[in-house]
């Protein structure tokens, strides 16, 4: 409670001394006051131009399919096409400020902070402010800046397009020429193949091939049909007698009989014997040299098919695979050339899309409300200066007042010293 008494007590004294001294106090706050509209009005006065660019997405092709926030992470990166050296130096040069009275350099106009560029949130503009003493200079800065760098952006859409154009143009004569040479192998390969008359020479080999094949099992089923009629010829011919005798009675023949009565009255009856051929012996005998002889026609007509059989399989063995090669060539040859024509078409279609291609990749930049000239000043706010310029003023009169007050009142007081009778003596505890 005590210390808080004496710190309103000094609170006092000092409020006492400021009210004591409000003169000086008003009188340094109206100096400095009057300092600060003083100065207010002779510093130049500073004009503020805004425009604003939008950046938007390409309105060709499909667009970008990037998200939302990637997309918005990603326009700072268009900060530099306006806060760009180049640019604010042709735009210097332009109105002549590179010139006297302002020779201004680029170093120099940074350096002033002449211009700002700033990207508002939440949106997709960049917000250009070009600060200058003239207002007129400072709009046509502002929309030259702005115009320049919608113009920048373009230049780089269109050498985009361009390089991408060419380097898709090269990549269309690489195709056409991998093309080329496809076709000229594809052509080459057929007239070294002749796949069409070594197929056809193999389609007459492998008909050539069945049908002998299937004569053959036709011969050797006729061979072993006539070496088994043979067999049986053979045993039928062992029981047949090759010749027959035949006893007959003269009587038999009337003629005959008439004779021998005019002859011999009383003699016996006369006979004879006759001998022939068996008749069916000999047509056996027939059959079976008719048999042996188509025997051994079929098996000379076997043996024959047989090696013509083993030139065909030879012939077939030996075309067959020049036919796999070559046809494995050919079709190689036509995939190349199948490939080529796709390679083609795709970079013929890639070079005219080239432009929509390249657009729709790109953000388009566009200048929005452009800047109009400024009717007040941004620099220096008078009222501002002049209010502050007060306050600063009464706050520092008021520390010198109440420091030459606390100066006073320690020279005017004198040090407190104990007496020899006053002091109190220590304890020990």
Partial sequence: ?????????????????????????????????????????????????????????????????????????????????????????????????????????????????????????????????????????????????????????????????????????????????????????????????????????????????????????QLRLSLAQQESKSKLLVQALAGQPRTYLLKKSVAADPLLERVAEKANPDALALSMTEESLNTTREEIQRILVNADASSAAERAGIHTAEERLELVNREVSQLLPEVTTWRGRLDEADHDYELACETVKAATREYQDASVTVSSKSQDLKQVAPALIPERPVRPRILLNTILGFLLGGALSAGIALAAENFEELRTSRPYRLEEDEQVPLRRV
């Avoid at 210390?3 to 409020?15: H, I, Q, T």
């Avoid at 400072?138 to 050498?159: P, Y």
């Avoid at 000229?184 to 007459?204: H, M, P, T, Y």
Wanted: aromatic fraction near 6%; proline fraction near 3%; hydrophobic fraction near 45%.
């Fill in 1 to 217: 409670m005590i210390v808080d008494e004496e710190r309103d007590r000094r609170l006092m004294k000092r409020a006492g001394a400021l009210v004591r001294h409000w003169r000086r106090v008003f009188l340094g706050a109206a100096v400095c006051s009057a300092a600060a509209l003083l100065v207010s009005l002779v510093l130049p006065k500073i004009y503020r131009a805004t425009t604003y660019i939008l950046i938007t997405e390409s309105k060709i092709g499909a667009g970008s399919r990037e998200q939302v926030w990637q997309q918005t992470m990603l326009l700072p990166t268009f900060v530099p096409f306006v806060d760009n050296d180049v640019l604010i130096s042709q735009s210097l040069k332009k109105f002549g400020l590179d010139r006297p009275p302002y020779n201004l350099t680029v170093d120099r106009f940074r350096r002033k902070d002449y211009l700002e560029v700033e990207l508002p949130k939440s949106t997709r503009l960049l917000e250009l402010q070009v600060e200058f003493p003239d207002a007129k200079l400072a709009t046509d800065l502002a929309n030259d800046l702005a115009q320049r760098a919608v113009e920048f952006n373009s230049r780089m859409n269109a050498a985009d397009t361009l390089a991408t154009r060419e380097f898709l143009k090269t990549q269309l004569d690489e195709a056409t020429a991998r093309l080329s040479q496809a076709a000229a192998n594809r052509l080459r390969v057929r007239k070294e193949a002749g796949i069409e008359d070594r197929e056809k020479q193999l389609s007459v080999l492998l008909g050539e091939k069945e049908f002998l094949a299937s004569q053959l099992d």
